[in-house]
């Protein structure tokens, strides 16, 4: 297994236009007025549905939205004990330093701590804090505990098999295995303590293979006349707006290795559904780079469409709505969905690739994928999230907002109440990442929601890759969460002054 890297033909290709080509200046876009935080207060009349339509009105009955509470650390965190809360406090102190994340990343990165004495001080001090508070164990039985102790506490758990990408059949072949092993995990836990079992298409078929089927994928949409012999059925992949540009010519059709690499493909996750359905366990298949998502989304979407029965999808797919093209898709997908009758389920996140994203467009000569402003991300959120719940309200599907956003989780929780969903709904659920967001997360729970935290479970060293993209990645992300620091604090003096006192 090897670290998330940006793949060597984009590499190659950033290499040859980064000299020579400058990326389209994108377009202005002027942000949005932040929502006001009274906006969930419990006297608030019902809110104007976020997915505005114009010829909607505003229910004239007064009806009470869920009560979100914020403002008492010492009830949020009272079924955390002192140590987990210094370490956590400690930890996201740490991470929201840039500089001490960039030392950090290059340090561990390096041929220093490969080997030795070094590599095995530096691997127990990483397992003692980082690792610790972002991972649920190193195995099986330490991810057991791990997901009983969420339980005790109202929450639930996504179980992740922490490895990342396979480059050959034999990685392809050990990790789905471990992937197999979680729903065996998640069976023997505490009965629904275990709300997804997560999978990275990237684990189980090979990157480069990927890249191809990505490319021929869009060039079929770029050319409808492109045959693809071995395309099953799916659902749309791309919008009228999608970045077609990372392929820039007519990519030669799969080999007969690469078509027999595709069965084996499909032979794992095949079996993997399977298995989620017989232990009636939903699958969430992980979002990537645009490199590769448009294979990962023709994977999820033939899957879901053979798998996902009634009302109750088992295979759901995740949307980036930091893209710009994300809202459409959703809406083709979700409309194609249910004229052929298949319950669509979707995990809806902001996106973690951005610093990746712009690179590549760039090197091509192409405005970033990413939306213009953080604002607009927000927006496209909120639009998504409205979109789902006025859907699964009225029909079949299942949605999965990951935020770590209090505004965000404020509206979805209001909109819920207003299209009916109420709380403690299997169509609903909220997530957060482990170790990140304790707050938003205890607040949703205690207002009746269902939660779940991303947890990812392996050895230190398997699931360093994670750690490291973690600390890359989602450095704004980490460096925005003084919400939880503040109110850590504000705890942990508390307990300081209670037990002096």
Known sequence: MATRVIPPRILKNIRQNSATTTATAPTTIKPLNPVHPSIISPSTIVQPSLYNKSNQTPPSTTVQPPSLNFNDPEKLFSSVSTSKLLRSSAVLHATAIGPMVDIGMWFMKSKIVQTGVLKNLVMSSVKNTFYDNFCAGEDAADAGRSIRWLNDVGLRGMLVYGVEDAHDNEGCDHNIKGFLHTVDVSLSLPNKSVSFVIVKITAICPMKLLER?????????????????????????????????????????????????????????LELCQKCVQSNIPLLVDAEHTTVQPAIDYFTYSSAIMHNKDENPIVFGTIQTYLKDSKERLLLTSKAAQKIGVPMGYKLVRGAYMSLEIKIAESLGYASPIHNTIHATHKCFNDCTSFMLEKIANGPGNVVLATHNIESGKLAAAKAHEVGLGKVNHKLEFAQLYGMSEALSFGLSHAGFQVSKYMPFGPVEMVMPYLLRRAEENRGLLAASGFDRKLMRKELGRRLKASVF
């Open 213 to 269: 089927i990505s490319d021929l994928l869009r060039w079929q949409k770029k050319d409808p006349s492109f045959i693809l012999p071995w395309k099953q059925e799916t659902l749309p992949i791309f919008a009228e707006s999608s970045p077609l540009y990372h392929t820039q010519k007519k990519p030669n059709p799969l080999t007969l290795e690469e078509e027999n690499d595709l069965q084996l493909a499909n032979k794992r996750l």
